[in-house]
């Protein structure tokens, strides 16, 4: 997907997952919308996003 970072070959954007758990959805809200998800993949999606802002500076 032209380099964007996806879920274990899903082709499901981490940014997807990441905005989805940010806009309040439940974990099993996310797996019946993506059933080919599991649970990990939403926590790996999390670890992922929060390791890629780690040491960066975030707007205020």
Known sequence: MDGVPCIRGLRI???TIVGMVADG???G???RAYPDLQSA???EALQYA???VRGRHLPR
Do not use: Q, R, S, T
């Open 13 to 15: 954007p981490v940014a």
């Open 41 to 43: 993949d939403i926590h």
């Open 50 to 52: 929060a390791e890629a």
């Open 25 to 27: 959805m439940a974990e």
């Open 29 to 31: 809200e996310i797996l």
